[in-house]
């Protein structure tokens, strides 16, 4: 057992050892790592994703409701179906209202927070 603490403890001393000779010329040598995004801030990113998420959900928030719509006319009295229905409807309303509240809460710190510009 001592032996193999001292042989992974000689193995940690070389590492450190030879990781102290090469780190400095790497740092040294004028390495730059490209952005890959087309964001400078996180703030752009934030909007970027909010802006995403709102073309993706609203639509289908709509859509929901749309269908909502078709399940409450093709009900024909049927209590199963217009429970259905009016559960669709609440919750495309749900969806569109959250992506909205979200945007608006984002509003809201930023002008809490008295960033000159936001969304």
């Not at 400095?24 to 087309?38: K, Q, S, V």
Request: net charge positive.
């Amino acid at each position: 057992m001592k032996q193999r603490i001292f042989r992974y403890n000689t193995r940690l001393v070389s590492l450190a050892l030879w990781g102290s000779v090469f780190v400095p010329r790497a740092l040294y040598a004028g390495l730059t790592i490209e952005n890959p995004l087309t964001y400078n801030t996180f703030r752009e990113v934030i909007d970027s994703v909010i802006g995403y998420l709102m073309s993706i959900v609203v639509p289908i928030g709509i859509i929901m409701i749309l269908y909502a719509a078709f399940l409450y006319m093709t009900a024909g009295g049927n209590e199963q179906k217009v429970n259905t229905a009016h559960q669709t409807f609440l919750w495309g309303l749900i969806g569109i209202a959250i992506v909205l509240i979200g945007k608006g809460i984002v509003l809201i710190v930023c002008d809490f927070v008295g960033a000159s510009s936001c969304l």
